[in-house]
């Protein structure tokens, strides 16, 4: 019941009417004098607050008996109920017989109180729409654990809508808000769906199963009081009544996983509760773009006609050799890739698609093929002065430019070639333009690397650059995503759409489309040549933190704070799989370039790896000690790497398998890490055992009596010092708590993390939390942060 409200019962129930149709049919036999009247009145009205008491002693008692201790003091402080001595069945003998039946329980008396609110047709859709509501409001940590439990009301409410005869508002009720419940009960929402009379809740097993037995649901003891509390404040008397019959509530300590539908306690025995499994088995189209045949063509022309120089030079060489390499990739391609009428719409190729081609057909011949035993050189970008306010940082496909976002409002790029960034003269006129020099001398006279991009009106918290490095889109917490051109540094176009801070952008791989993550619990697709939003991804119940692209732009996947990741149809607007495991927010995702495997982290300081094809969990990496910012998968997905607030770089192995793990240098570093965590173990175990020697010594020396001899209690004193100094050397030392421990590298920490098997090597960094890392087509690692003096 509610701990700061007391029950407001309706005055328009049966037991308020009878007293006033008792009271009126008494003034009538009256003398009619206005004594008689009064009298009448005042005994109606007092005998409605008897009843109203006893009411109030009956859900004293029932909380009593449930074990809801601050409930009951609430109430019984609200209604001044004290010395309660009597038990439930007594109170409820205390009613007349004709007004409440043989049967006087608690779950009844709500029936009784709220026949109008039972007469009322739209009272389950108006209690669920504000439970629902109320759910959407609440903080993140209890999101996940009120919709669970929210799943056997809406159940319920839709049978006893159809128990009641009241079909077409079951089937507008069950339109209205299945949505809430087809990820992991997609199987029993059909199932309900097909239900459409009273007599088919009767003799379906489904239907049966839900009545004949209690629903387990998992909650948190705050959870779960809040839920109660918000029935109670607001009245919603049917819902308390199926929550009562229906719902088997276990309070726990701690949180509550989103993953906990799937244990023995939760839902109903011997029925499948989390039919996630069953919502992931859609299909979904995970081959490569095609490449455009114009584009194809002219490759094979440009590259034909480099290579059938009557000079055989470097160059022509060059040619025939990215000639056979775009055979092969060709050949690939047509075998992996999807139809024609399954791809998303693109415009008509540009010439800087044809050298965007070339580009990476000489950056695949140049490619370093990685591994477990060959590792990627990582180039390390600091980012010095910053003051704390770098959000976010971008660099370029073709390593020339480094974007960053800033809580200042503004975009800063930097040229990594050491080239001056000019744009164009705002009065220029372009008669004189005749060909490509003549551009330079319209651009401005400066020679600076650097370039602000002023326009936001907020903290900017994403930015990501187009493919050809020709424009740049940033987001901010002015609710909007701008488009700017790299060219003229200048701002294009405005997006507005979103309700709330935009948190991460992210360009399509062709570069037409790009996609926000917002505040607002949604995702968003847009093109570039349009203000509004082409589709909204809704579903997340939290901020959707992060967003990003499959290679073949067909889908999109968010991270969120409700602990998920989800892909969504482009095409189609709709969620497709969803991936639970995370114990915190997810922050970041990545794809891998052929398209099969995702990779998610976050908060939780894991890194979860996914199959995109069944939607299950293939790996779960430890080892990071902060929450995880960035992920980056090499060019042949073996490989990822993850840059942490722990100021660290990580490399994990993806496809781990027996004959990688045989290699000499896998096996030798498993041997350092073995003899790292034994050395680590020892270090710790001494730490302890001087610390306990030292206590000890201290005990001693403060009982010394007075008879002993100095030397005694000096000799004391200078065992006590030097364990003091052991134990410093070994990890412990004045003003740092024993829960703290010295790792191998010199840091300390509070809690030592297990590091996953797949871990492959681990680069530190000086004071810099990387917030970036990226792979180029070379397997180049290229990382971003800031230094935190």
């Not at 009271?23 to 009145?41: D, F, I, L, W, Y």
């Not at 903080?139 to 996940?144: G, I």
């Not at 404040?233 to 989103?258: A, F, K, Q, Y």
């Not at 081609?357 to 180039?379: D, E, H, M, V, Y």
């Amino acid at each position: 019941m509610s701990s700061g409200k007391r029950t407001e019962w309706p005055d328009d129930s049966g037991n308020a009417d009878r007293s006033k149709q008792n009271a009126s049919s008494q003034a009538a036999n009256s003398s009619g004098s206005a004594t008689a009247s009064a009298t009448g009145t005042a005994a109606g009205a007092a005998s409605k607050q008897a009843s109203q008491k006893k009411v109030e002693k009956i859900v004293l008692q029932y909380l009593k008996s449930k074990g809801y201790k601050d409930a009951e003091k609430a109430l019984r402080e609200n209604a001044n109920l004290d010395g309660l001595e009597t038990t439930l069945a007594d109170l409820a003998n205390a009613f007349p017989g004709n007004e409440v039946g043989s049967d006087a329980s608690v779950p009844n008396w709500i029936l009784f109180y709220n026949e109008a609110e039972q007469g009322n047709p739209d009272a389950y859709s108006q209690s669920y729409r504000e439970l629902r509501r109320w759910i959407d409001s609440s903080l993140d940590v209890y999101k996940h654990e009120l919709y669970a439990a929210s799943y056997p009301i809406f159940a319920h409410s839709y049978m006893d809508l159809l128990a009641r005869g009241l079909t077409e508002k079951a089937e507008e009720f069950m339109e209205l808000y299945k949505g809430d419940h087809l990820v992991n009960h997609s199987k029993d929402i059909s199932v309900f769906a097909t239900l459409k009379t009273a007599s088919h809740v009767e003799e379906n097993e489904l239907a049966k199963l839900f009545r004949e037995n209690k629903y387990g649901v998992r909650m948190t003891r705050v959870g779960f009081e809040l839920l109660l509390s918000f029935l109670q404040d607001h009245n919603h008397t049917l819902l308390m009544r199926t929550v009562n019959e229906h719902l088997n509530i276990r309070t726990v300590d701690g949180t509550v996983p989103v993953s906990s539908e799937a244990e023995a306690d939760v839902g109903i025995t011997g029925h499948t509760q989390n039919q996630l499994d069953d919502f992931n088995s859609q299909e979904i189209m995970l081959g490569s773009a095609p490449i455009d045949s114009f584009v194809r063509e002219e490759v094979e022309r440009t590259l034909q006609s480099e290579a059938g120089r009557r000079i055989k030079d470097a160059v022509s060489k060059e040619a025939t050799g990215l000639l056979e390499t775009f055979s092969k990739v060709k050949q690939e391609n047509a075998a992996n890739s999807l139809s024609a009428r399954d791809i998303i719409p693109m415009p008509p190729p540009r010439g800087i698609e044809i050298e965007h081609q070339i580009a990476n057909l000489k950056a695949l011949r140049k490619r370093i093929a990685l591994g477990p035993a060959a590792l990627p050189s990582i180039c390390m970008y600091t980012m010095h002065n910053t003051s704390n306010s770098m959000n976010c940082a971008r660099v370029s496909d073709d390593l020339s430019l480094l974007a960053g976002g800033f809580s200042e409002s503004y975009v800063k790029i930097w040229s990594l070639k050491r080239e001056p960034l000019r744009g164009f003269q705002s009065n220029f006129h372009p008669a004189p333009i005749n060909k490509e020099e003549d551009i330079e001398t319209i651009r401005e006279k400066t020679s600076s690397d650097h370039r602000k991009l002023i326009a936001h009106s907020g903290p900017v918290f994403g930015v990501d650059i187009s493919f050809d490095s020709k424009y740049l889109i940033s987001c901010s917490e002015d609710k909007t995503a701008r488009l700017w051109s790299l060219d003229t540094f200048t701002n294009l176009v405005c997006y507005k759409g979103h309700n709330y801070p935009v948190w991460d952008v992210s360009f399509a791989p062709q570069g037409f489309y790009f996609a926000t993550a917002s505040h607002d619990r949604t995702a968003r697709l847009w093109s570039c040549d349009h203000i509004y939003a082409l589709r909204i991804f809704a579903g997340h119940l939290s901020d959707v933190n992060c967003v990003r692209f499959h290679p073949n732009s067909k889908y999109v996947v968010t991270g969120s704070s409700d602990k998920s990741v989800r892909l969504w149809d482009v095409q189609r607007g709709s969620c497709v799989r969803v991936f639970t495991g995370h114990t915190g927010s997810v922050d970041t995702v990545a794809i891998s370039p052929d398209g099969r495997i995702m990779a998610s982290a976050g908060e939780d300081q894991t890194v979860n790896v996914w199959d995109l094809g069944s939607g299950r969990c293939m790996d779960t990496m430890t080892g990071h000690t902060g929450s995880i910012y960035s992920l980056a998968f090499s060019q042949e997905g073996t490989l990822l790497l993850s840059g942490s607030a722990d100021e660290t770089v990580r490399a994990w192995d993806v496809k781990r398998s027996s004959t990688a793990s045989d290699h000499p240098i896998i096996a030798q570093r498993r041997e350092e890490r073995q003899k790292r965590a034994e050395a680590e173990a020892e270090a710790e175990a001494e730490a302890e055992a001087a610390a306990g020697a030292s206590d000890a010594m201290d005990v001693d020396a403060k009982e010394d009596k007075p008879g002993e001899s100095s030397a005694t209690a000096a000799g004391s004193k200078a065992v006590s010092e030097k364990s003091k100094r052991s134990a410093g050397v070994n990890g412990i030392s004045n003003g740092i708590s024993e829960s703290k421990k010295r790792d191998a590298a010199g840091i300390w920490k509070s809690k030592r993390v297990v590091e996953s098997d797949s871990l492959l090597k681990t680069w530190r960094t000086k004071s810099t939390p990387v917030h970036s890392i990226m792979m180029t087509k070379r397997n180049l690692a290229v990382a971003i942060g800031p230094f935190i003096p």
